[in-house]
């Protein structure tokens, strides 16, 4: 998830970038750069690390010109260091990009032998070789940008300059948000509103397969070579709020970012055939493996728990899950057929770095999932099984959501992968899976729609101090990291018990001011997790109930009811993990705590 923004107009451009960029360096923290068209042509400045870097850069080596394109990049294809950080450049052409682009493999084969020299490891360097040479052919700016993004397949969104069109710029996206933003003899486009609000509140949320013709004096929007008309909007959000997206709370803004997260941990990954292509992650070392360990902490145990019941389920591979700062004190009984596996979520988390080390050290075969490239625990595995890349994005709230459901996908992914490399799916269920999973995004948007639901349960759910959360299956694993929400950012005592449990325990304390969240699936499970929840209401607890459409007649035995879309049962923790987010989120708010930076926590544990 990187920051764009690109200006055109009377201002000094550099200076314009660099203030637009920094509030849009949560997007993309590992380079940046710019590049200006002035008196003496196309330059840029780039460099890694932190944006203040690239303002030390310009500091030494200004650039001049109203023109320009800049990027703060969050690293996907490549590592993070100055040669890979954009603008990417190609004779007269430069180019910015947030997405993948998932053919760009074949596109760099055929740019080569056309001559074109890299000089990166990007995805984003063939847009640049790929507008530059038809510019070759004669084309104008738009023409060659149009034809370009006609050849890419994924998810982009892009500005593009060039020297010789020194009074005009493209922008183009699919699938990645783009604003334009339209002021008085000058005009922006930038991924989020931050960047653009000091300027003008007038903007255009360009559409998929949109492409903006920008200049000075106006702009043209285009849409399958079409000249069509947008609504701009008047944006009334203060800077400060607008880099929120206009949501209260960072976490919230992430909420419901999570649709596009998962979509963007698919991307690439999906073979039309039941393939799964995992880049960074070698299925080929995988041979004889005959016992798989899950280590992790918190939120990333959770979702290792509904990873055991995908790889067992899809794969037909035994699977222990274990916290990362007991396994790595115990003693290690390991075979050749063992492999483990840590999930973390900042790719620094102390206790698995080092559960992962001490296997390692002794032969076995490690790998990771995690959401930053190159972090400690991406290099620790890079020359083992390797890296299964979340794709989540920066995460700014200390409280985990997009980076647990993304990390449930992964290893839902993760399991598939394995069972198509040992013989253990056929084609065509894995196909079927794939097709499922292709869905889930627009399930997670149907879900989120119910938001304002869940809000309107604040004040009552606020009235308690005590929480007790339910769940069976591959529900349990939620139930926990529903419970654990709360805790965190709300300060209210919660547990999570498998619902089977309740009754050996659990139960001595249901009173009528001890509530009980509980989650009911549309699976085999569900007849026995609605007696528990008759054996509560018998007692007198208060039950909010979570369950999917079609079963309005449990209305019976809750106080409270939020219906999620029905999906398959292996999606499930995904789907139902949004509501018990925004539970946490709207108690917390609605008591007035800390939500994105609550007491006591850090968001990536980094000591023992």
């Not at 559409?207 to 009334?236: C, F, M, N, P, W």
């Not at 770095?353 to 190159?374: D, F, H, Y």
């Not at 598939?416 to 899976?433: D, F, N, T, V, Y």
Request: with cysteine.
């Amino acid at each position: 998830m990187c920051g764009i923004v690109g200006y055109i107009g009377s201002e000094s451009a550099a200076e314009v970038l660099v203030d637009g960029l920094k509030t849009l360096e949560y997007r993309g923290y590992d380079s940046a750069g710019v590049a200006v068209i002035g008196a003496q042509g196309l330059d840029r400045r780039r460099a890694e690390g932190k944006l203040k870097n690239l303002s030390k850069r310009l500091r030494a080596e200004p650039l001049s010109g109203s023109l320009g394109i800049g990027h703060t990049r969050w690293a996907t294809h490549g590592r993070p260091n100055e040669t890979n950080a954009h603008p990417h450049r190609s004779g007269s052409v430069a180019v910015v990009h947030n997405g993948i682009i998932e053919n760009y493999a074949e596109l760099r084969t055929e740019l080569q032998a056309g001559g074109a020299v890299f000089h990166s490891e990007t995805d984003t360097e063939v847009v640049a070789h790929l507008v530059a040479s038809l510019r070759d052919q004669g084309m104008d700016l738009k023409t060659a940008v149009e034809s370009a993004i006609k050849r890419l397949e994924g998810a982009y969104a892009i500005a593009v300059v060039d020297e010789d069109f020194p009074d005009e710029f493209i922008a183009a996206r699919l699938a990645s948000p783009l604003i334009l933003a339209l002021g008085e003899g000058e005009n922006l486009v930038a991924s989020d509103l931050p960047a653009v609000l000091p300027y003008t509140r007038d903007v255009v949320f360009l559409e998929e397969g949109d492409l903006a013709h920008i200049r000075r004096d106006g702009v043209t929007i285009y849409h399958q070579g079409e000249v069509v008309e947008r609504q701009s909007k008047h944006i009334k959000w203060s800077p400060a709020a607008a880099q929120k997206g206009g949501y209260k709370h960072f976490m919230l803004k992430e909420i419901f970012e999570q649709p596009r997260a998962i979509s963007d941990t698919l991307s690439g990954r999906l073979g039309q055939n039941g393939e799964v292509h995992l880049e960074h992650f070698d299925f080929g070392r995988v041979e004889g493996v005959e016992h798989i360990s899950l280590v992790a902490c918190g939120t990333s145990w959770h979702a290792a728990l509904v990873g055991r019941d995908l790889i067992e389920n899809i794969a037909g591979i035994p699977v222990s899950v274990e916290y990362a700062h007991e396994y790595r004190y115990r003693r290690h009984l390991m075979g050749a057929g063992d492999l483990v596996l840590g999930i973390s979520q900042s790719g620094e988390t102390a206790d698995t770095l080092a559960a992962l080390g001490e296997v390692k050290s002794q032969g076995v075969r490690v790998g990771c999932i995690t959401n930053v490239l190159e972090s400690a625990v991406a290099r620790l595995c890079s020359d083992s099984l390797g890296v299964i890349y979340t794709h989540a994005g920066p995460e700014i709230g200390v409280a985990s959501t997009k980076a647990f459901t993304t990390q449930m996908v992964s290893l839902h992914l993760l399991a598939l992968g394995l069972a198509r490399q040992l013989g253990r799916i056929s084609a065509e269920r894995s196909k079927a899976e794939i097709e499922d999973l292709r869905h889930l995004p627009h399930w997670m948007e149907q879900t989120l729609e119910a938001s304002k639901d869940i809000a309107e349960l604040a004040p009552f759910a606020s009235e308690f101090d005590n929480y007790l959360f339910l769940g069976r299956g591959t529900l349990f694993p939620v139930a926990l990291e529903g419970a654990l929400k709360l805790k965190e950012i709300s300060y209210l005592h919660a547990e999570g018990y498998a619902s089977g449990e309740m009754k050996h325990g659990p139960i001595a304390l249901i009173t009528e001011q001890f509530p009980t969240v509980a989650l009911v699936g549309d699976d085999a499970l569900k007849a026995k997790a609605v007696s528990n929840i008759e054996e509560i209401k018998a007692r007198g607890g208060p039950v909010i109930l979570v369950a999917s459409e079609g079963s309005e007649e449990l209305a019976r035995v809750a106080d409270k009811v939020v219906l999620v879309p029905k999906v398959p049962e292996r999606l499930q923790p995904v789907i139902y993990s949004l509501p018990m987010q925004l539970l946490a989120y709207h108690v917390a708010d609605h008591l007035g705590t800390d939500v994105d930076q609550p007491r006591n926590l850090a968001k990536s544990v980094t000591v023992e």
